[in-house]
């Protein structure tokens, strides 16, 4: 079958997930249909020959998923009233949108057709990437070297967005896990601890790896990121906060986030004084195929998974101490 | 062409569910899907038939690539976007704690 039927199928069953998603009233279900929308993109990924967006569209989609449930689980609100929408301003909603999808039918048609793209600036990415940057994954190299400068940008909107949750949630958070730590006995059973001490540091050992070979095969400091907040929070699971903490001491890890973000501004700093520009790639290429190549790529990427790691593993964990009874005052 | 449609057709969705829904939730969750169109739709224009993705391995001849750049634009976006939803939960969550609803309409009423 060519891609564009495959494609057709997905998008259809990716469409009617979603409307799934909005029109059923638990809110627990409407989540998981979300997570099937989400896996539909990463599939169609994969047929448009994107493995790198497959992998960490994957791996984010699991992660939102574990936020989102683990936030609006098991509170009484979740059933909607149904009584009291509103069907005229949903109507003229609907009509309005049916509208604007007709008028788009023209603009649409304005693009180049599915599967002739212009390829102008990406065709001189493609004839010299290899060459200018020594990465032979081509996606890295555009990320980490032509347009370093963007995803600087892109960063500082990603520390923003989870320091502003972190400070949302972090005081009140830290005094709850104290005191469930006290209360309870945490963990789980032996077995479970048991198969965690073996598998966490396999888990870590695979995000290192996708992390450190990010120039090389699909994957980069973006997914391996997510990879190794998934090891940290294996353990959390398996062994409870109290040991967590003790085991990871968390302001640190608070520090390390920060820490990373400053580093990568300052390879790129770097990158004036040495290379004449900001984010120049100064460091040696290498060979083609190395592990030990590409020049800056390879640090920047071990500086955006450990930024990556550590955020996300930060608001799970300011996430699992928040606990609050029906009407408690803020 | 058509596939272009059934992606606009599933922002529009989300759309939708950004105007009509009155849950918190499942605004977050709207705000989600129009992401994913989004992000899918850059890769489609970026595709070209007949061709490999954007890695090249060692002893292989290179094959024509399909597009590299909305690939490494759309990489971020998806982090982007987790980071995002990481944030609006949070603040559903603050709401929630306070006016103990998740309805926009109520909050809207208490806050006078």
């Known amino acids: ?330 | 062409m058509i596939v272009y449609l059934l992606c606009f057709a599933l922002f529009l969705v989300g759309l939708y569910g950004v105007l009509t829904k009155r849950n918190l939730v499942k605004i977050i969750l709207s705000l989600g899907i129009m992401g994913y169109a989004a992000n899918l739709f850059l890769i489609l224009v970026g595709y070209r038939n007949e061709s490999q993705y954007p890695i090249i391995a060692e002893g292989v001849k290179q094959a024509p690539m399909v597009d590299p750049l909305p690939q490494a634009l759309v990489l971020t976006s998806i982090v982007i976007e987790l980071g995002t939803t990481a944030l609006l939960v949070v603040l559903a969550l603050r709401l929630f704690e306070k006016y103990n609803t998740f309805d926009i309409t109520k909050i809207r009423r208490l806050s006078g």
């Open chain 1, 1 to 330: 079958m060519p891609v564009e039927t495959w494609l057709i199928f997905i998008l259809s069953f990716m469409i009617i997930a979603s409307i799934a998603a909005l029109e059923i009233k638990d809110i627990l279900s409407s989540i998981v249909a979300i997570g099937v929308v989400g896996l539909g993109v990463s599939i169609a990924f994969l047929f448009l020959q994107a493995p790198d967006l497959a992998i960490v569209q994957f791996l984010f989609e699991i992660f939102a998923l574990i936020i989102l449930v683990r936030a609006f689980l098991r509170k009484d609100y979740h059933k909607e009233d149904p009584a009291k929408i509103n069907k005229i301003l949903t109507g003229i909603t609907v009509v309005t949108l049916i509208s604007i999808f007709l008028y788009s039918v023209p603009a649409l048609n304005h693009l180049p057709p599915f599967g002739k793209p212009l390829m102008t600036t990406s065709q001189y990415y493609i004839d010299n990437s290899a060459k200018d940057t020594g990465a032979a994954n081509f996606v890295a190299s555009i990320i980490l070297d032509y347009r370093a400068y963007d995803t600087l940008g892109e960063l500082t909107v990603l520390f923003t967005a989870i320091l502003g949750a972190l400070t949302i949630l972090r005081i009140k958070s830290q005094r709850n896990i104290i005191e469930t730590a006290k209360k309870k006995k945490d963990g789980m059973t032996v077995i479970v601890k048991t198969v965690t001490r073996v598998s966490c540091w396999m888990i870590l050992l695979y995000g290192i790896y996708i992390i450190l070979h990010g120039h090389l095969t699909p994957g980069g400091g973006f997914g391996g990121g997510v990879i190794l907040a998934l090891a940290f929070l294996n353990v959390m699971l398996a062994y409870g906060k109290k040991f967590t903490a003790n085991w990871l001491n968390i302001n640190f890890l608070y520090d390390v986030e920060a820490a990373s973000a400053t580093l990568f501004l300052l390879v790129g700093i770097l990158g004036i004084s040495i290379g004449g520009a900001f984010f120049a790639n100064y460091l040696s290429k290498g060979e083609l195929f190395h592990l030990i190549s590409s020049g800056t790529i390879l640090p920047l990427n071990i500086l955006i998974g450990i930024k990556v790691a550590m955020s996300l593993f930060l608001v799970v964990w300011v996430l699992a101490g928040l606990r609050f009874e029906k009407g408690e005052e803020v």
